[in-house]
């Protein structure tokens, strides 16, 4: 990152997007550590890795918010009526994100712990909640929260172009977000995950068309367009 400034027009933007991979090279880390199955309590009432994602959850939310912030402080003055909508967005999408974790990290650990191998009513509402109500609440957050971001640089789009180093950072840090949507869509039970990657590729690429010079929306667009189509060739070969 000891590039010159002067070949950067968007440094502070490369900044959150790093700290943004930085975030999922961690999580990646903490879902396979075997240090983090630890208990934390004497009491066992969770172990590391729930704690270390709702933590990590909070860092996304909060960089989520950073970079919607840095977007419109950025911008030319345009369309400031959106702020309340970007608002309004955000407060839900962060809301439901952070439901979704509070219900899935919980009947994750008692469904990996308790109901393996059983299915005793309790655990049906346990497994319901693990595998199908927390992920259709987070797809929900996490869609709200992304549209947030993207919507933030096409109501307020930025008057400085990016340069050659600023679409090299971008491409290398929306390859990360790329290798992440991969890993948990095409090697792992997908559910309703592809269509959202797919939708919000789509979305990004159409915001993408009408201001191709948005260093944010390409971001979007190689990070969900790389995870979508690396997801359907693993999937069809």
């Known amino acids: 990152m000891n590039l010159p400034r002067r070949r950067l027009a968007h440094g502070r933007l490369h900044l959150l997007l790093t700290?943004?991979?930085?975030?999922?090279?961690?999580?990646?880390?903490?879902?396979?550590?075997?240090?983090?199955?630890?208990?934390?309590?004497?009491?066992q009432f969770l172990r590391w890795v729930e704690i270390n994602n709702m933590v990590l959850g909070l860092g996304t939310v909060l960089l989520y918010y950073l970079v919607t912030a840095h977007l419109v402080r950025d911008a030319r003055p345009r369309r400031r009526g959106g702020l309340l909508a970007l608002g309004a967005l955000f407060t839900a999408g962060a809301y439901l994100y952070a439901l979704s974790f509070g219900d899935h990290e919980v009947t994750n650990y008692l469904h990996g712990r308790f109901c393996s191998e059983s299915l005793?009513?309790?655990?049906?509402?346990?497994?319901?909640?693990?595998?199908?109500?927390?992920?259709?609440?987070?797809l929900a957050g996490f869609t709200l929260l992304n549209t947030t971001v993207m919507l933030a640089q096409f109501l307020f789009p930025t008057d400085r172009a990016p340069r050659a180093w600023d679409n090299v950072l971008i491409t290398v840090n929306a390859l990360f977000i790329g290798a992440g949507i991969t890993a948990n869509v095409a090697f792992e039970k997908a559910g309703f995950d592809p269509f959202v990657v797919g939708a919000t590729a789509l979305f990004a690429l159409v915001l993408l068309w009408f201001s191709?010079?948005?260093?944010?929306?390409?971001?979007?667009?190689?990070?969900?367009?790389?995870?979508?189509?690396?997801?359907?060739?693993?999937?069809?070969?």
């Open 19 to 43: 700290l943004d991979s930085l975030v999922v090279v961690l999580i990646s880390v903490n879902r396979k550590a075997d240090r983090t199955l630890a208990f934390v309590a004497d009491n």
């Open 120 to 138: 005793p009513p309790v655990c049906r509402v346990v497994a319901f909640n693990d595998d199908v109500f927390s992920d259709a609440v987070f």
């Open 212 to 237: 191709p010079r948005q260093p944010v929306l390409r971001y979007y667009g190689v990070a969900y367009g790389v995870g979508l189509l690396a997801t359907v060739v693993i999937k069809t070969v």
